[in-house]
C-alpha cells in the first residue's frame, strides 16, 4: 500500500461534502454509496476489525493468516487514514515466540485499540512454561502502548499470571483524559475480572487505577461507558435452578427465571456499586443476553437491548427487549423491539446515533468473505429500508458506523486489494447541526462572524438543566489543520451560569480567545458539562467541528510601539530556575518564549529576549522575574497592546488555557501576569511634589536660619538634609530591593554597616575629647546633652553631620558648640575617608544594580541620584578643603602651653589654619547670651585684619 491514498473523496464524503469530487466511483446508484480500491504490496492481508476518530479519520488493523491453521502471523499491520488525506503505515511483529501455541488453544485473540492520540494499544496472550514441566503454560495477556511511528512506549500486564481464558472487552471512557476499563473472563470458574487504568500519561505510561472480581456466573455480560466518565456492566443471570430449590409451596410467580441487573463503577469510585435488577421474568426461556448497552443520544439514562430465545431447534424464536433506566438504576421503560425472527444468523445490531438500528444479516458465513447485508430499522424496531449498498458489493463483517451516520466496510478484497465502501444511513431523528439533538440554540449561531469583544457563549437546551463536572473548550484551527487550545472553562466553575429559567447556559469569553483575525475556531463540550435539571442526568456534549465560528479577516488594531515587559516564575519554578546552569537558563528562557509564540499565537519576531532576569525582593520567597520584549511591527493586525494584553490573560487565567499544559510555561506565576516593566518617569512624575516640598521645607529653614542670624552658617541645613536623605534611600534599598540582586545584597549590607560603625565610633570618639579636654565644649554640652546625643547617633550616617550643633544656625544656642580646632580636623579628616569607605562604594553598586536589573524602581532611582550627587559634592569639597589645609598646615603650631587655650575654635567649615601673633582668647561675650565667641562675627573679623568665609574666621597676621 502505498503511504499516501488518493481518497480525497472519500474523506469528503464522510464529512458529508459535494460528491463531485469522487474517485472510482461506482455509478449503479449516483451518490448512494462510494467505493474506493486500494492495494498492498505484501499481499494475504485480512482485515481484522476497524475504529474511528472523534474527527472521523480511521484505524485499520490487519494480519495475515497462518497458512497451517486458521492462526494470524504475529506480523501486524496497522493503517491510519487521516483526515489531511495521508495513510500512515505502521507495521509490526508482536514480541511473544508462543504465538502459534496460544493460537491453537485459544484462536486468534489478539486485538488492538486507539486509546488517545497518538496512542494505541495492541493487545496478545502470552504463554509461559510452568517452573518444574515441559509442556504446562501458563497464559496472561500483555499489552503494548506504542505510538503511531510503531515504537513500544509501555509493556503492562493486563491479566494475572494462570490459566485464563482469552477473550474480554475494552471499554474506552467517554472521557479520553479517564482511561479505559478492561473486562475479562476468568476461565474454569465463572468469574469476571476488571482493571481500571488511567489515560496515558506525559511519560507514555500506563497506570493501573483499581481492579476486582465479580464471582458470579454470568450467562452474558456487556460492560457500557456512561456520559459522566464512569463504567457500567449489564449482566443476565439464569436462576432457573435456584428458583426450583425455593418454590416449594410457594407459587411460581413470586419468582424470576432469567433476572438482568446492572452495576456502576462511579468516575472516582474504586470498586463497581451494589446491582440494580432492570429486568426478570418467569417464563421458560432458552437463553437471554445482553446484547447492547448505552446511552442513547435522544433521551435520558441509558438503554439495553436484551436479545430472547425461547425454544429450540427449528422452533427457536428470537424477541429483543429494550430497557431504559438512569443512573439511579430506576427503570422508566421496556419495550419490546421486533427486530428481526427469522433463520437468519445476525452479525450485529448497532445503535444509531439519529434513532433506529442498523442491523447486518451474514449473507453465507465461510463463503463469500462473511459479507452481510445491512437492514434499517426506526426505533420501534420496524424494519424500514435496506442499506443502499447493492447485493453485488459484498460488504465484510468489518465495518464502522460513525456518529454521522455515516458506514463505512471492508470490501472486495483480494489477494493484494481491498475497497472500502461508504453510504449515509437513514436518520429518524435530526438536530440543529451541533451533533447534540438536546440542544436548541446558541448565541452566536453556528458559523457566525465573531469579534475579539465578544463576552459569552449562551447555549439553550430543550429541557432546564444544571451545571455539572464536564468542560467546556474552545479551540483555534491554524492553517495547518492543528487545533490550539483557546480557553477550556470547568462546568462548575464561576465562569458559567445558567439564563432563562435554566434553559440557558452563559459561558464567560476571555479576551484571549478570538484573538486573530480570520482564524476559525469550535466549541468543544464535554458529555456531562450540564445535566438535565429534573433527572439529574449527564447530557450529550458537542464533538469536534460540531459548533464552528470564525473571526473576521477585516479587524485590525492601530500601531503602537514595542515595550518591554517582565514574567515571573512560581515559587516552584523560581527554584528551579536557580537551580539551572547558565546555559540552562538560557533555555529556558527560549522555551517560555517559544511556548508564548504557539500559545498567544503571535509571528516569532514579535517576541524576544534579552535573557536577563533578576529576584523580586517583593515576595517572601524571591521569586524569579524575567524580562521579555513585545516587537512593534508595521501593518500588522496585532498590535503590541493587544499581544500584551493577550499574554497577560492566558497567564493571569492559567488553570484555563494552554499555559497551565505546557512543560516551561505552566511555572509562570498567574499573580503577576505578563506586565509592563516600570515607567520611571510614570512613577516619578508624582512624586516630584513631594520633591518640591522637601526642597521649599529645606529652603525656608535656610532663609529662617539667615534672616535671623546671617553671621551663621546657615548653608549647613542642605548639606545634613542631602545625607539624611542618603542614608533614608541607603535603608530603604536594602529593605525593598536589596535581593534582587542576589550578589549585591550582602556587599550592600557590609558597606553600610561599616560606614555605620566608623562614623558612629569617629564622632563618639570626637565628643568624648571635647567634653573632656575643651571646657567651653563642655560648659555647652551640660547645656545641650539631648541634642548633641540625637546628632552623635545621626552622625553615624556621615561624620560631617555632627557639625551642625556648632554652626550657630539661626543664632540658637543649641547649635553653638565651640569645637577645638583638633575636633574639626578630626571630622573633616573623617568626612573624607567616608568618601572611600561609603559613597564610592555605594555608587559602584547602584551602577552594577542598574545593569543586572530588568524592573528597575523608583528607589534604586533616587538612591543612584542621590549618591552621584553625594560622590560629585564630597569629591570636589573634600578636594578642596584638603588641598586647602594641607597648604595652611604649618603656618600654625600650638604649643603645649596655650594648647588648651588656643586650640579652641568657632564652627568652621575648615580648621583654623591662621592664628593671631598673640593669644586670642575665646569666652563668652558678656550678655550675649549665645553662647559665641567674642571674636566671631565679620566686624570683629575685620578689626583684626582677618576675614570671615562661610562663618568660618581666618585670622590673618
Not at 4 to 32: E, M, Y
Not at 605 to 617: E, F, G
Request: proline share 4%; glycine share 6%.
Amino acid at each position: 500500500m502505498s503511504r499516501t491514498f488518493s481518497i480525497c473523496s472519500f474523506i469528503l464524503l464522510l464529512l458529508s461534502l459535494s460528491p463531485p469530487l469522487l474517485i472510482n466511483k461506482s455509478p449503479t446508484k449516483a451518490q448512494a454509496y462510494n467505493i474506493y480500491k486500494f492495494t498492498e504490496t505484501d499481499p494475504g492481508l485480512i482485515a481484522q476489525s476497524s475504529q474511528h476518530f472523534n474527527d472521523l479519520s480511521f484505524f485499520l488493523w490487519l494480519a495475515k493468516q497462518n497458512p497451517n491453521n486458521t492462526c494470524i502471523q504475529s506480523r501486524q499491520y496497522f493503517r491510519i487514514i487521516r483526515l489531511d488525506l495521508s495513510v500512515i503505515r505502521i507495521d509490526i511483529d508482536l514480541p511473544s515466540p508462543m504465538q502459534s501455541l496460544v493460537c491453537e488453544k485459544w484462536g486468534n485473540k489478539v486485538f488492538s485499540k486507539v486509546l488517545k492520540l497518538p496512542y494505541f494499544l495492541v493487545s496478545y496472550i502470552n504463554a509461559t512454561k510452568k517452573i518444574g514441566t515441559d509442556n504446562d503454560y501458563n497464559y496472561h495477556r500483555v499489552g503494548l502502548l506504542m505510538d503511531l511511528d510503531g515504537t513500544v512506549k509501555d509493556s503492562f500486564q493486563m491479566t494475572p499470571i494462570q490459566d485464563f481464558a482469552s477473550s474480554g472487552i475494552l471499554v474506552e471512557n467517554l472521557k479520553p483524559d479517564n482511561g479505559f476499563l478492561w473486562l475479562y473472563s476468568v476461565s474454569m470458574n465463572n468469574t469476571l475480572g476488571w482493571i481500571k487504568y488511567s489515560t496515558v500519561n506525559e511519560n507514555g505510561k500506563i497506570t493501573q487505577l483499581s481492579s476486582g472480581n465479580f464471582s458470579i456466573a454470568a450467562h452474558s455480560a456487556i460492560p457500557f461507558a456512561m456520559l459522566d466518565g464512569g463504567y457500567g456492566l449489564a449482566y443476565a443471570l439464569n436462576k432457573t435452578h435456584e428458583t426450583q430449590s425455593n418454590k416449594d409451596n410457594i407459587s411460581e410467580a413470586l419468582f424470576a427465571n432469567w433476572e438482568v441487573y446492572v452495576t456502576f463503577l462511579r468516575p472516582a469510585a474504586k470498586e463497581f456499586m451494589t446491582p440494580f435488577l432492570l429486568y426478570g421474568t418467569t417464563q421458560q426461556l432458552s437463553k437471554l443476553y445482553v446484547y447492547s448497552c448505552n446511552s442513547p443520544y435522544d433521551a435520558d439514562g441509558f438503554k439495553c437491548l436484551l436479545r430472547i430465545e425461547t425454544g429450540s431447534g427449528n422452533k427457536t424464536q428470537v424477541l429483543f427487549k429494550q430497557v431504559w433506566f438512569l443512573t439511579s438504576g430506576s427503570v422508566y421503560k421496556i419495550e419490546d423491539i421486533p427486530l428481526a425472527n427469522s433463520k437468519d444468523e445476525v452479525n450485529d445490531i448497532s445503535t444509531l446515533f439519529y434513532g433506529g438500528f442498523l442491523m447486518t444479516i451474514y449473507n453465507k458465513k465461510g463463503i463469500d468473505n462473511s459479507s452481510v447485508t445491512g437492514f434499517i430499522y426506526d426505533s420501534k424496531g420496524i424494519v424500514n429500508e435496506k442499506w443502499d449498498i447493492p447485493d453485488n458489493v459484498r460488504v465484510s463483517d468489518v465495518y464502522d458506523v460513525l456518529p454521522n451516520n455515516s458506514l463505512w466496510g471492508i470490501s472486495n478484497v483480494t489477494d493484494t486489494s481491498f475497497s472500502i465502501v461508504t453510504t449515509d444511513l437513514k436518520r429518524f431523528n435530526d438536530d440543529k447541526g451541533y451533533g447534540n439533538p438536546k440542544i436548541n440554540s446558541t448565541t452566536p449561531e453556528i458559523n457566525a462572524n465573531v469579534t475579539d469583544t465578544l463576552k459569552n457563549i449562551t447555549l439553550t437546551f430543550l429541557k432546564p438543566v444544571v451545571q455539572s463536572t464536564g468542560n467546556i473548550s474552545i479551540y483555534q484551527t491554524d492553517i495547518n489543520g492543528e487545533d490550539l487550545l483557546r480557553q477550556t472553562i470547568y462546568g462548575l466553575s464561576g465562569f458559567v451560569s445558567t439564563t432563562d429559567n435554566d434553559y440557558s447556559v452563559s459561558i464567560q469569553i476571555f479576551p484571549s480567545t478570538f484573538n486573530q483575525p480570520g482564524a476559525n475556531y469550535y466549541v468543544l463540550m464535554d458529555n456531562d458539562f450540564v445535566r438535565d435539571k429534573e433527572l439529574a442526568e449527564p447530557i450529550l456534549g458537542i464533538k469536534k467541528n460540531g459548533y464552528r465560528l470564525h473571526r473576521s479577516d477585516n479587524d485590525s488594531d492601530r500601531y503602537s510601539d514595542g515595550t518591554t515587559c517582565l514574567l515571573r516564575l512560581t515559587t516552584e519554578g523560581s527554584g528551579y530556575f536557580k537551580s539551572l546552569s547558565k546555559e540552562n537558563k538560557n533555555l529556558f528562557f527560549t522555551d517560555i518564549r517559544n511556548e508564548l509564540i504557539r500559545i498567544t499565537p503571535i509571528e516569532a519576531n514579535r517576541l524576544s529576549t534579552s535573557k536577563r532576569w533578576q529576584q523580586d525582593s517583593k515576595t517572601a520567597s524571591q521569586q524569579v522575574l524575567m524580562e521579555f520584549k513585545v516587537e512593534a511591527l508595521q501593518n500588522s493586525k496585532i498590535n503590541t497592546k493587544r499581544i500584551i494584553t493577550d499574554i497577560d490573560f492566558l497567564v493571569r487565567f492559567k488553570a484555563y488555557t494552554p499555559i497551565a499544559l505546557s512543560n516551561s510555561t505552566y511555572l509562570l506565576d498567574e499573580d503577576y501576569g505578563f506586565t509592563s516593566a516600570p515607567n520611571l518617569w510614570e512613577k516619578l512624575k508624582y512624586k516630584l511634589f513631594y520633591l518640591g516640598g522637601g526642597i521649599i521645607l529645606v529652603c525656608t529653614a535656610f532663609l529662617f536660619g539667615y534672616f535671623r542670624y546671617p553671621e551663621g552658617n546657615n548653608s549647613i541645613v542642605f548639606q545634613f538634609a542631602l545625607i539624611f536623605v542618603d542614608f533614608t534611600f541607603d535603608i530603604l534599598f536594602i529593605i525593598n530591593n536589596g535581593q534582587d540582586v542576589s550578589n549585591l545584597f550582602y556587599p550592600s549590607i557590609i558597606i553600610l554597616c561599616l560606614s555605620i560603625s566608623f562614623n558612629g565610633i569617629l564622632v563618639f570618639l570626637i565628643i568624648l575629647r571635647e567634653t573632656a579636654q575643651n571646657y567651653e565644649f563642655s560648659k555647652w554640652f551640660h547645656s545641650n546633652m539631648r541634642i548633641t546625643t540625637i546628632f552623635t547617633i545621626i552622625s553615624g550616617a556621615d561624620a560631617d553631620a555632627i557639625r551642625i550643633i556648632g554652626s550657630r544656625f539661626a543664632g540658637l544656642k543649641m547649635f553653638s558648640a565651640p569645637f577645638s580646632i583638633k575636633a574639626t580636623g578630626w571630622i573633616f579628616w573623617g568626612s573624607f575617608a567616608t568618601l572611600f569607605i561609603e559613597d564610592i562604594p555605594q555608587f559602584t553598586i547602584q551602577i552594577l544594580y542598574q545593569k543586572y536589573t530588568i524592573a528597575y524602581d523608583i528607589i534604586p532611582f533616587l538612591t543612584l541620584v542621590i549618591s552621584s550627587v553625594i560622590l560629585v559634592n564630597n569629591l570636589i569639597f573634600r578636594t578642596f578643603h584638603a588641598f586647602h589645609y594641607c597648604r595652611n598646615r604649618g603656618e600654625y603650631t600650638p604649643t603645649s602651653q596655650n594648647l588648651h587655650e588656643e586650640d579652641i575654635t568657632g564652627i568652621y567649615d575648615v580648621p583654623i589654619s591662621s592664628a593671631p601673633k598673640e593669644p586670642l582668647h575665646i569666652g563668652t561675650a558678656p550678655g550675649s547670651g549665645l553662647g559665641s565667641p567674642k571674636v566671631t562675627s565679620f566686624e570683629s573679623a575685620r578689626r583684626t585684619g582677618g576675614s570671615s568665609v562661610n562663618g568660618s574666621t581666618h585670622v590673618h597676621g
